[in-house]
């Protein structure tokens, strides 16, 4: 299969731990995006990287969220000091410079208790 | 900024009949546009794209046309099929960049 693997699938946590979660993206792939989505909304863009370069980081990316890409291939999304409401479905994805569409990974649920 | 907006769901029907669902954008430009679909316990799927004015793409008999003059991409298909079920999204992308969603709608079709 090579397509964009993400690990764990799912992730339960009690609220202050911390949590890494893992994507592998297609292997000819230079950039990798990390989308937030919550129940019944649309995904929501966290950041994204080209190659190992983290090009942007969006707003809703707080200061306990934090993203690596080392050596440009695989990507952790860490979120430090967990809250209920990061509760959602962490995406990622992963694109061919200069294409405008990305292919998404399965996602690993995370919840809060 | 950018943004999306998807006519709102649930939307259910009948087998074989006809579907749209509206999607209209705002963007400064010319973004690329997409149709994403995601199946019950599935990822996002790349259903079909259109990257300027007036191109349409399709894909599994679901067609949509990017309209600049009224910053469309209506997502359409003939006759629907109960394994249609899903959950639909239109999104933009401007300089081959990070995607922007709408809302998603969920389609039901019924036997």
């Known amino acids: 299969d090579t397509g964009v693997s993400q690990d764990p699938r799912h992730k339960i946590t009690k609220r202050g731990q911390n949590v890494t979660f893992r994507c592998d993206p297609i292997s000819e792939h230079n950039r990798l995006y990390w989308y937030r989505q919550t129940l019944g909304q649309g995904p929501e863009f966290l950041t994204y990287f080209q190659n190992e370069a983290q090009l942007e980081k969006s707003r809703l990316l707080s200061d306990r969220f934090s993203a690596e890409r080392p050596k440009g291939s695989f990507s952790t999304l860490e979120i430090q000091r967990t809250e209920q409401g990061d509760s959602a479905m962490y995406l990622c994805?992963?694109?061919?410079?200069?294409?405008?569409?990305?292919?998404f990974g399965q996602g690993t649920r995370l919840t809060v208790v | 900024g950018n943004s999306v907006t998807q006519m709102e769901g649930p939307v259910t029907l009948s087998e074989e009949a006809f579907l749209t669902i509206n999607c209209t954008y705002t963007a400064t430009g010319y973004p690329s546009l997409f149709w994403y679909v995601q199946y019950p316990g599935e990822g996002l799927q790349l259903l079909l794209k259109?990257?300027?004015?007036?191109d349409k793409g399709s894909n599994k008999g679901f067609e949509a046309t990017y309209r600049k003059e009224t910053t469309s991409f209506h997502l359409e298909k003939g006759s629907v099929q109960v394994s249609d079920s899903a959950v639909y999204f239109c999104?933009?992308?401007?300089?081959?960049?990070?995607?922007?969603f709408g809302q998603g709608t969920r389609l039901t079709i019924n036997p």
């Open positions: 999104a933009l992308s401007q300089g081959a960049q990070k995607l922007v």
């Open positions: 994805a992963s694109s061919f410079l200069l294409k405008s569409w990305a292919f």
């Open positions: 259109a990257t300027k004015a007036d």
